[in-house]
């Protein structure tokens, strides 16, 4: 990895500032350490939570640690997240769009991709935001942890589906039990 960061024209002694939110040091020591051994110097900006929030949506970060959901369809998700809200980005009061992301090709693509009802264009136009969010990387995906489970053994019958959704009629919480 450093040979790559060497060859990319990144300096030996690169340090970025992680906005870190006070509570969950753990996941954020795990960067860290796997950053260093990279030769890259994380510095943790750890807040309390309105701090926080404050900073996040200002845009006041290099870097930050930022959780999603898996969506069933892209339109719940890409135009939101990514698209160019002109006066949100420009006011720095971003509340979806956290990396302040803006491509007028891409959410040309994304309001064609809600219009249409022909699956295969729909799927079409899709892969090209795909390939643009790929190639644009406005986020960098780290790793994506299950959202709800459950710690104890007398807790029965509690699953979730693919997303991590935990309420519908066949899984979730209408078929969990305590056994005593």
């Known amino acids: 990895m450093k040979a790559l960061l060497k060859e990319a024209g990144v300096a030996p002694d690169l340090e970025i500032e992680l906005l870190a939110r006070r509570g969950v040091q753990d996941e954020q020591q795990v ?6 051994t990279a030769g890259i110097k994380l510095k943790l900006v750890v807040l309390e939570g309105a701090s926080y929030r404050e900073q ?13 959901d898996l969506p069933s369809d892209p339109d719940d998700v890409y135009l939101p997240e990514y698209g160019c809200d002109e006066k949100s ?27 249409t009802t022909d699956q295969k264009k729909r799927y079409e136009l899709y892969a ?5 969010l790929h190639d644009d990387i406005p986020e960098l995906p780290l790793v994506y942890v299950p959202r709800f489970f459950t710690y104890n053994d007398k807790v029965k019958g ?9 309420n519908a009629v066949s899984f ?9």
């Open 31 to 36: 960067l860290q350490q796997q950053l260093s």
């Open 56 to 68: 996040q949506r200002a845009g006041n970060f290099q870097m930050i640690l930022y959780g999603g």
């Open 89 to 115: 980005i420009q006011a720095k009061k971003r509340t979806n769009n956290v990396s302040g992301y803006c491509n007028k090709e891409m959410d040309r693509l994304l309001v064609e991709a809600r219009k």
């Open 128 to 132: 090209k935001v795909g390939r643009i």
């Open 158 to 166: 509690f699953s979730t589906d693919g997303d991590g959704r935990f």
């Open 172 to 180: 979730g919480l209408s078929r969990v039990w305590i056994d005593r």
